[in-house]
């Protein structure tokens, strides 16, 4: 198992550009969510998923749109990028039954200029 | 408001001595509390939870951490230091629906040879 995939891991954007970060897990787990860590605040909440076709925000959604088409992907979209968003965004998923057990992907570090 | 404190922001320890990661939370009802790790450039890894039951929780690579309903803490240990053991450190609560996780600012684990 690939366990959770994100790409890509480093992006660069403009203000005003647009871009999707890909999140794939190969677990079968039902429950996805994505996550932004900054230096101090820990890691919020962006969007969650609680299974294909159901989304649902977090704590900091404003800027950005999920959707969650098949139980394996879950894209996170950046509308129009702001300096704001330049962040670490993490995405993990949860087994059934598991509770808070999250498992991460790796990182996609984005820097909005 | 409902949140997890981690009260410093690094701590410094020497090898083979005990370590403690402190945690306090202020959440309503019974909470469901976790502790994960993040090495560099890396995602986060589960490390335990506490749920229910026994209040003194025991986790991976050695850690365990104890709930105390009476102080409000839920601090991370370790009975002897490993240099492998320095990352940052996180504190998590979930409630509702025990899935979405609220995460502390974290910790710095420094353990020095």
């Known amino acids: 198992n690939a366990g959770v995939t994100q790409t890509p891991k480093f992006q660069v954007l403009k203000t005003g550009q647009s871009m999707t970060l890909q999140c794939a897990q190969d677990m079968n787990h039902e429950y996805m969510s994505w996550y932004r860590q900054d230096p101090g605040m820990g890691l919020r909440l962006i969007h969650y998923s609680v299974g294909a076709g159901i989304t649902d925000q977090g704590e900091v959604p404003n800027g950005y749109n999920v959707s969650r088409s098949t139980t394996e992907d879950f894209p996170l979209r950046l509308l129009s990028a702001a300096p704001s968003q330049t962040s670490v965004y993490f995405c993990?998923?949860?087994?059934?039954?598991?509770?808070?057990?999250?498992?991460f992907g790796e990182g996609s570090r984005l820097t909005v200029l | 408001a409902q949140s997890v404190a981690q009260p410093e922001d690094q701590v410094n320890v020497a090898e083979g001595n005990p370590l403690t990661v402190k945690c306090t939370y202020s959440?309503?009802?019974?909470?469901?509390l976790f502790w994960y790790v993040q090495y560099p450039n890396r995602g986060l890894q589960f490390l335990l939870k506490y749920i229910t039951g026994d209040n003194l929780v025991k986790g991976s690579y050695g850690f365990e951490a104890e709930f105390n309903k009476s102080q409000t803490s839920f601090h991370l240990k370790k009975p002897s230091a490993l240099v492998s053991d320095s990352a940052l450190y996180f504190c998590a609560y979930s409630s509702g629906s025990a899935r979405q996780l609220t995460f502390g600012s974290g910790t710095q684990l420094t353990v020095l040879p």
């Open positions: 993990a998923s949860t087994p059934r039954g598991r509770t808070g057990e999250l498992f």
């Open positions: 959440v309503s009802g019974n909470p469901y």
